[in-house]
């Protein structure tokens, strides 16, 4: 039987994601690390930060009954092997006619369709497209872009409020923002 499952809204994501302990964004950085290669991103936090943007614009949804921890770092697995998988990123596939022998006619590796590279690729313009427009649309809401970009960086709450000089409330009311701006773009 399949098993139904009660899925977060992006303000009880990032809520968990805030909560994270220092110790936990370490962790988080360092699992990253394994993922990056083979894909576009440089740097953990990059990585990070798209597996966030997807769940604050619903493309991915968090289990509530998954440790948030547990479900960004499967979500980063998933989008770096999504990465990988795009024509542009494969290595260089020549293989001489005595290796080609050896395989099976269903183990040679295959190239994505033209579709299928099509779509990530749109995908992966999308996602960054997005983030630029929430960013433009927020240029008028300097609080809401600090905590645009505190939240891009993997900074908590905490820390961005000492950092910045914000209150709880200042930054709650400016993240509320910011989630409602993904939300509203993604739908356009």
């Known amino acids: 039987?399949?098993?139904?499952?009660?899925?977060?809204t992006p303000e009880e994501a990032l809520d968990a994601f805030d909560n994270l302990s220092p110790s936990e964004h370490l962790a988080m950085r360092k699992h990253t690390m394994k993922y990056l290669r083979g894909?576009?991103?440089?740097?953990?936090?990059?990585?990070?930060?798209?597996?966030?943007c997807r769940t604050l614009d619903g493309r991915r949804k968090w289990p509530k009954e998954v440790a948030f921890g547990?479900?960004?770092c499967l979500a980063i697995k998933s989008i770096s092997?999504?990465?990988?998988?795009?024509?542009?990123?494969?290595?260089?596939?020549?293989?001489?006619?005595?290796?080609?022998?050896?395989?099976?006619p269903d183990e040679l590796p295959t190239a994505p369709s033209a579709q299928e590279e099509m779509e990530a690729m749109e995908h992966m313009i999308n996602s960054t497209k997005l983030t630029e427009s929430v960013r433009a649309e927020m240029a008028d809401d300097q609080i809401?872009?600090?905590?645009?970009?505190?939240?891009?960086?993997?900074?908590?709450?905490?820390?961005?409020?000492?950092?910045?000089?914000?209150s709880e409330n200042?930054?709650?009311?400016?993240?509320?923002?910011?989630?409602r701006k993904y939300q509203k773009l993604a739908k356009n």
């Open 1 to 8: 039987m399949k098993q139904h499952y009660t899925h977060a």
């Open 81 to 104: 092997n999504s990465e990988r998988n795009l024509i542009e990123n494969l290595p260089s596939m020549r293989i001489s006619m005595e290796q080609a022998e050896q395989f099976h």
């Open 144 to 166: 809401g872009l600090i905590v645009l970009e505190s939240i891009n960086v993997g900074q908590t709450q905490t820390s961005a409020c000492e950092a910045y000089g914000l």
């Open 170 to 179: 200042t930054y709650q009311a400016a993240r509320k923002r910011v989630i």
């Open 39 to 52: 894909t576009r991103f440089t740097e953990p936090l990059d990585l990070i930060n798209e597996a966030l």
């Open 70 to 72: 547990l479900y960004l």
